[in-house]
């Protein structure tokens, strides 16, 4: 395709001179080019192919970046950047140095609030809806969500917010809900399309507002209220939303222009809450993902469009997320009280097998983290023995619930943290780098770091049978190639190994570094410690190394200020050891996206780092400094 209508959009403002009958040449134009772009870079897919006629028809009838677009999530946000004078990054996509896969506020005017995380868009637009009254600005605010981020808490909490009014002021709020999962009965068609453009129009609000006046302050007005709420609710699914204060409209197709301008170009008119609902299809226009909307969801690299997703030549090596899958269904196996429970991350947890193994004892939550948390905390009260799988960013929206619903009662809840440490191309705000200071901070807590996907599945297991709250983290994607034995062996609680003697300068290492700082020792004959445990933190094992070693190290794939390193310093005050002490992790910034390997280098936290930065601090044989009591 040569795209010759896309190449004149370089801002939305180019988008609203064309007549309306170009805009479906130009989604077709803009659908093909995604697919191109990201068939070259990896990225997500399904669900930019389904936003591409809403996301023509929202820069064509508002006024962006005046009036304010907050994509949920921000996956589905390739066709929006497309539009707004990205087209020629894309070849950079998700890559250092290159446009972010999500928006950013300091990428461009148009991404007016940064997401990655689900279900905040209603929230970030309800305040920027009543900034705007407060300022008095004349704009609207608009919330595009999906079906699957309405599953969240935050997400009603918004709506039940920005549908009442504050000082007698309303915000200038549309919410659009793009469902393209649910059921929809009837199905989406003329007749639907007819009452959204009718319940839309100034007729039905002028109608509804003029029976309002007539009939307020006579007995007839409730029931012809009653009788509207009911009516529109048998044909549409809307009442809930009419209940919580915003006007519902639709559902209507989502790929269809003729139906979606207008009823925007309507809404956009009205005052108040707003609700459109939506129906779109992921992956539409290309067969492949519509057919599997599940595999097409994203691409982890380069394919041809023509063939689709296929498996490589040489089989990939086992990923930790696959070791955390075969564990949990041989433990399921085992221990009939195992309950596995995941937020709306079964296959990114790799609980797919188990699903269909256990489905009894299976249970997605849906993106509601905080639940999830607290549901495992009833099963746990009662006897069962709980395992929630879930990204270590994602653990971040359920804190409280850790603390005050497992870690409070002391409940045996075994957390397995997918994705810990760097993520590469998904970037900040999926980094799991913080939950070793957040979670290690909990009385009653432990937590465990494997350094490879043996430790990994021994580590789960051990974990598993502790009687408190346990996290075992572990990053993503395939360790240095360990096989898993099958037996499950509990490893000693609380206690570290020596993997390699030498002198000097004993490197403590937590997790997969492990690896790379024994890589570091060869060349610098450094004592490097497998420690296994953050918390209980083996103590003896770091007094040992203190009192015969010159320096220690701390490496770890987490933040440093309050990481593993931080418990080891804590650990040698305790102990009345002075010892130099060089910590190794992620610096106190949030680090951009890009290949893992690479943003583990710039860090310093691969071999080479790891030993020039014990050069540098230490020289490359460190000053005696030996350790001493008091």
Same mark, same amino acid.
């Given at each position: 395709?040569?795209?010759?209508?896309?190449? #004149?959009?370089?801002?939305p403002a180019?988008?609203?001179?064309?007549?309306?009958?170009?805009l479906k040449?130009?989604?077709?134009?803009?659908r093909?080019?995604v697919?191109?772009s !990201?068939?070259?870079?990896g990225g997500h897919l $399904?669900?930019?192919?389904? #936003?591409v006629e809403?996301?023509?028809?929202l820069h064509?009838v508002?006024?962006?970046p005046e009036?304010r677009?907050v &994509?949920d999530?921000g996956?589905?946000t390739?066709p929006?950047?497309v539009l707004?004078?990205r087209r020629?990054r894309?070849?950079g996509l998700?890559?250092?140095?290159g446009?972010s896969?999500?928006?950013?506020?300091?990428?461009s005017e148009y991404?007016?609030?940064?997401?990655?995380?689900?279900?905040?868009?209603?929230?970030?637009a309800h305040?920027?809806a009543?900034?705007?009254?407060?300022? @008095?600005?004349n704009?609207?605010?608009? +919330?595009?969500?999906?079906? @699957?981020?309405?599953t969240?808490?935050?997400?009603?909490?918004a709506?039940n917010?920005a549908?009442?009014?504050?000082g007698?002021?309303l915000?200038d709020?549309?919410v659009i809900?793009?469902?393209?999962?649910?059921s929809?009965?009837?199905p989406?068609?003329?007749?639907n399309?007819?009452l959204?453009?009718l319940?839309?129009g100034?007729?039905?609000?002028?109608?509804?507002?003029?029976?309002?006046?007539?009939?307020?302050?006579t007995?007839l007005?409730?029931?012809?209220?009653?009788f509207?709420?009911?009516t529109k609710?048998?044909?549409?699914?809307g009442?809930i939303?009419e209940e919580?204060g915003f006007?519902?409209v639709?559902?209507?197709?989502?790929?269809?222009l003729d139906?979606l301008?207008p #009823?925007l170009?309507?809404?956009?008119?009205?005052?108040g809450?707003?609700?459109?609902?939506?129906v779109t299809?992921?992956?539409a226009?290309?067969k492949l993902a519509?057919?599997?909307?599940v595999k097409?969801?994203?691409?982890s690299g380069?394919?041809?469009?023509a063939v689709?997703? *296929?498996?490589?030549?040489?089989?990939?090596k086992?990923?930790?997320?696959?070791?955390?899958g075969? &564990?949990?269904?041989?433990?399921?196996?085992?221990d009939p009280r195992?309950v596995?429970? #995941?937020?709306a991350m079964?296959e990114?947890? $790799?609980m797919v097998e188990?699903?269909k193994?256990?489905p009894q004892?299976?249970?997605?939550?849906g993106?509601?983290?905080?639940?999830?948390v607290t549901f495992a905390?009833g099963l746990a009260c009662?006897g !069962?023995k709980?395992?929630v799988?879930?990204?270590?960013?994602?653990?971040?929206?359920?804190y409280d619930q850790l603390v005050h619903?497992?870690?409070?009662?002391?409940?045996?809840v075994?957390?397995a943290l997918?994705?810990?440490g760097?993520v $590469?191309?998904?970037?900040?705000?999926?980094?799991?780098?913080?939950?070793?200071?957040y979670?290690?901070?909990i009385p009653?807590?432990s937590?465990l770091t494997p350094?490879?996907?043996?430790?990994?599945?021994?580590a789960?297991?051990?974990?598993f049978l502790h009687d408190?709250?346990?996290?075992?983290?572990y990053?993503r994607?395939?360790? *240095?190639?360990? !096989?898993?034995?099958?037996?499950?062996t509990?490893?000693? &609680?609380?206690?570290?190994?020596?993997r390699?003697?030498?002198?000097? *300068?004993?490197?403590?290492?937590?997790?997969t570094l492990?690896y790379p700082?024994?890589?570091a020792a060869?060349?610098?004959n450094a004592? *490097?410690?497998?420690m296994?445990? !953050?918390?209980?933190?083996?103590?003896?094992?770091?007094?040992?190394l203190?009192?015969s070693?010159?320096a220690?190290?701390?490496v770890?794939?987490?933040?440093i200020m309050g990481? +593993? $390193?931080s418990?080891?310093t804590e650990?040698l005050?305790a102990? @009345?050891?002075s010892?130099?002490v060089l910590?190794l992790g992620?610096p106190?910034?949030?680090?951009?996206?890009?290949?893992?390997a690479?943003?583990?280098?710039l860090?310093?936290?691969d071999?080479a780092?790891?030993?020039?930065?014990?050069?540098?601090?230490?020289g490359?044989?460190?000053?005696?400094v030996?350790?001493?009591?008091?």
């Open positions: 395709m040569d795209y010759s209508l896309l190449k #004149t959009i370089d801002s180019d988008l609203r001179r064309l007549p309306r009958t170009e040449r130009l989604a077709d134009e803009l093909a080019y697919l191109e !990201v068939s070259k870079t $399904g669900s930019n192919l389904g #936003t809403l996301t023509v028809a064509y508002f006024n962006t009036d677009l &994509w999530v996956h589905q390739y929006h950047k707004t004078g020629d894309m070849s998700r890559q250092l140095g446009i896969g999500f928006p950013r506020r300091d990428e991404d007016t609030f940064g997401t990655g995380h689900s279900s905040t868009s209603i929230s970030a305040g920027m009543m900034a705007a009254k407060l300022k @008095g600005e704009r609207k605010a608009v +919330a595009i969500i999906g079906d @699957g981020s309405m969240a808490g935050m997400a009603f909490e709506l917010n549908g009442v009014a504050h007698g002021v915000g709020v549309l809900l793009n469902d393209n999962d649910m929809i009965s009837p989406v068609g003329a007749l399309k007819y959204a453009r319940m839309s100034s007729f039905y609000a002028a109608a509804r507002e003029g029976a309002k006046s007539v009939l307020k302050n007995p007005y409730e029931f012809a209220r009653k509207e709420e009911h609710g048998m044909v549409v699914p009442t939303f919580f006007n519902y639709g559902p209507i197709d989502g790929h269809d139906s301008v #009823t170009e309507n809404l956009r008119d009205k005052k809450p707003q609700f459109l609902h939506i299809k992921k992956g226009g290309y519509e057919a599997d909307p097409y969801h994203a691409a380069k394919f041809d469009p689709g997703f *296929v498996k490589p030549a040489t089989p990939p086992l990923t930790f997320t696959q070791v955390f075969d &564990w949990l269904c041989d433990m399921a196996e085992a195992l596995g429970i #995941t937020p079964r990114g947890s $790799g188990f699903h193994r256990f004892r299976y249970h997605d939550v993106i509601a983290e905080q639940h999830s905390a009662e !069962v709980p395992v799988a879930i990204y270590s960013t994602f653990l971040q929206r359920a619903d497992v870690a409070i009662q002391n409940l045996p075994l957390f997918d994705r810990a760097l $590469g191309a998904d970037g900040a705000t999926h980094a799991g780098n913080y939950d070793i200071a979670t290690r901070c009653n807590m937590v350094a490879d996907e043996n430790e990994c599945r021994q789960l297991y051990t974990g408190g709250p346990v996290t075992v983290r990053p994607g395939a360790g *240095v190639g360990v !096989v898993p034995e099958a037996k499950m509990a490893q000693p &609680w609380g206690k570290g190994e020596v390699r003697r030498g002198e000097r *300068v004993a490197i403590l290492a937590f997790g492990l700082a024994l890589e060869e060349r610098l004592t *490097v410690a497998n296994r445990f !953050v918390k209980p933190l083996d103590a003896e094992l770091v007094a040992e203190a009192r070693h010159d220690l190290v701390t770890e794939d987490g933040c990481g +593993a $390193g418990a080891v650990a005050n102990a @009345g050891l010892i130099p910590q992620l106190d910034e949030f680090i951009e996206h890009g290949d893992p690479k943003l583990m280098s860090c310093g936290l071999a780092g790891i030993e020039a930065s014990i050069v540098k601090r230490f490359a044989k460190p000053a005696v030996r350790a001493s009591a008091g």
